[in-house]
Nanobody
Framework: QVRLVESGGGLVQAGGSLRLSCAPS????????MGWFRRAPGQERELVAA????????HYTDSVKGRFTISRDNVKNIIYLQMNSLKPEDTAVYFC?????????????????WGQGTQVTVSS
């Protein structure tokens, strides 16, 4: 079974940066739109950022615009989430996911393949 594997989470002080990476355990997702989600304690999972399969279209939730950047390297088959100016409210488990072909990656319902998640904790 194909899995997505996230890495790069950790503990950082407010104002700091982290870069998350996501790679599939098998097969390639270069033709799929990809997204990063997060789930904070007691909250619903939310779509943070999404990127088209070519990497030329991106989407961000309002709370991270200007601070987070999603990108992909289709040669290495890795998706990144660069997170700058982190805030305590960014604390969550972050998941990467692959969107269904032809689905709108700006919608949470478009995704059907998920990673296990990586914890990001931002201290104040």
């Amino acid at each position: 079974q194909v899995r997505l594997v996230e890495s790069g989470g950790g503990l950082v002080q407010a104002g700091g940066s982290l870069r998350l990476s996501c790679a599939p355990s098998a097969r390639t997702f270069t033709m799929y739109a990809m997204g990063w989600f997060r789930r904070a304690p007691g909250q619903e999972r939310e779509l943070v950022a999404a990127i088209g399969w070519k990497g030329d279209s991106t989407h961000y939730t309002d709370s991270v615009k200007g601070r987070f950047t999603i990108s992909r390297d289709n040669v290495k088959n890795i998706i990144y989430l660069q997170m700058n100016s982190l805030k305590p409210e960014d604390t969550a488990v972050y998941f990467c996911a692959a969107a269904n072909v032809a689905a709108d990656p700006r919608t949470a319902g478009a995704y059907s393949i998920w990673g296990q998640g990586t914890q990001v904790t931002v201290s104040s």
